[in-house]
Each structure stands twice: as structure tokens, then as C-alpha cells.
T-cell receptor, first 112, second 110 residues
Framework: DTGVSQDPRHKITKRGQNVTFRCDPI?????LYWYRQTLGQGPEFLTY????????KSRLLSDRFSAERPKGSFSTLEIQRTEQGDSAMYLC??????????FGQGTRLTVV | TQLLEQSPQFLSIQEGENLTVYCNSS?????LQWYRQEPGEGPVLLVT?????EVKKLKRLTFQFGDARKDSSLHITAAQPGDTGLYLC??????????FGAGTRLTVKP
């Protein structure tokens, strides 16, 4: 078990470009969460999957954001037409049912 | 709307001092986790509490879960510079989503 893995660790992109991040959860963890964190703040909930089903999506998540977990294993988070305000750390966590959630090291996005 | 508050937001103390940080929810939750996060890294799990009134100890850290399952505290004894970081509480509500507080940023000066 290698823990939650996120790729890439860092991404610099120009405003208006699309970006995609990947999260590989701990195997057999059926729940997967995405969060966004800006400097000095706690993680802000974006969306949550149970297996391949996306069960909840934050109202703060604009239509430019989409997440998938097609086979109930890894997940991707895509941001279309990036804006400078999208610059943040994007965190992924996984858990098995109601047990502890474990986080990846995050993807730091910088939009220039 | 479920509201989760942490206090204090910032705390700066000298090595050897004791401190307590708090996490309060407007709603009852099924479980609570405390995490510690360092800059540029993901949060690292410290403890999970699930039973009202529960107390857990992890070396110099003592975690308490309120009887009403709406609040928790983290007490650190004889703080060390290595304790510096962002302390986050996260709660799971009945709909299974997991929400975080804004965190307490702790600085322990040598």
C-alpha cells in the first residue's frame, strides 16, 4: 500500500488553458474526495465519490470544474479555461467507508 | 448549513508552554479527525474520535471529543518547535461528506 498518490505535484499554466490532475487512492478505499486549499485556509470541499458515483458536488464548484472516477479506482479533476483565481493546492483524500481519510501530497496549481 | 469553526486562528508560543485548540460544529457529527499540515504538503492524520466523551492521547497530544458530539479539543503539553504547523479538524456528517475547519496555525519558538 503506497498511500494516496497525486500527479503532478506542481503545475504552471497560462490563463485560459485546461488542466487535468490525477489521484490514485489507497486500494480498496471506496470513497474519494477532492479539496481546494488556498494559503492560510483549511481545505475547501469540492466533490466526493463513492466508488464510481459522484455523490456530492460543492455549489462553489463552477461549471469549468469536472471530476470523474470511471472505474471506481483513480480519479481525475479537470479545470477548463483556467483563471488566476484557480491558483491553489488541490488535495485528494480516500477512505474506506467511515474510517480515517488519508491525503495525497497535493497538486500545486499556478495560473499565470 | 453545517458550520465548523476552529479557534484560535493563530497561536504563537514559546517552547515548553502548553496550549489548547478547539473545533466546534453547529451540527452533530459521526466522527472527527485531527490533522497536522506542513507547508506544501497534504494533511497528515493524527487521530480519529468517534465516541462522545472520548479522550485519546498521542505522546504529548491529548484529544477530547465532547459529550454532545459537536466539539473537540486538542491539547499539547510542553510544545516543541517540531509541533509547528497548521492543525485542522475534519468532521464527517451523516451524509458522509467530510468538511474541514479553517485551521489553527501554531508557531512554537525555540
Amino acid at each position: 500500500d503506497t498511500g494516496v498518490s497525486q500527479d503532478p505535484r506542481h503545475k504552471i499554466t497560462k490563463r485560459g488553458q485546461n488542466v487535468t490532475f490525477r489521484c490514485d487512492p489507497i486500494s480498496e478505499h471506496n470513497r474519494l474526495y477532492w479539496y481546494r486549499q488556498t494559503l492560510g485556509q483549511g481545505p475547501e470541499f469540492l466533490t466526493y465519490f463513492q466508488n464510481e458515483a459522484q455523490l456530492e458536488k460543492s455549489r462553489l464548484l463552477s461549471d469549468r470544474f469536472s471530476a470523474e472516477r470511471p472505474k471506481g479506482s483513480f480519479s481525475t479533476l479537470e479545470i477548463q479555461r483556467t483563471e488566476q483565481g484557480d491558483s491553489a493546492m488541490y488535495l485528494c483524500a480516500s477512505r474506506r467507508l467511515d474510517t480515517e481519510a488519508f491525503f495525497g501530497q497535493g497538486t500545486r496549481l499556478t495560473v499565470v | 448549513t453545517q458550520l465548523l469553526e476552529q479557534s484560535p486562528q493563530f497561536l504563537s508560543i514559546q517552547e515548553g508552554e502548553n496550549l489548547t485548540v478547539y473545533c466546534n460544529s453547529s451540527s452533530v457529527f459521526s466522527s472527527l479527525q485531527w490533522y497536522r499540515q506542513e507547508p506544501g504538503e497534504g494533511p497528515v492524520l493524527l487521530v480519529t474520535v468517534v465516541t462522545g466523551g472520548e479522550v485519546k492521547k498521542l505522546k504529548r497530544l491529548t484529544f477530547q471529543f465532547g459529550d454532545a458530539r459537536k466539539d473537540s479539543s486538542l491539547h499539547i503539553t510542553a510544545a516543541q518547535p517540531g509541533d509547528t504547523g497548521l492543525y485542522l479538524c475534519a468532521v464527517t456528517y451523516n451524509n458522509n461528506d467530510m468538511r474541514f475547519g479553517a485551521g489553527t496555525r501554531l508557531t512554537v519558538k525555540p
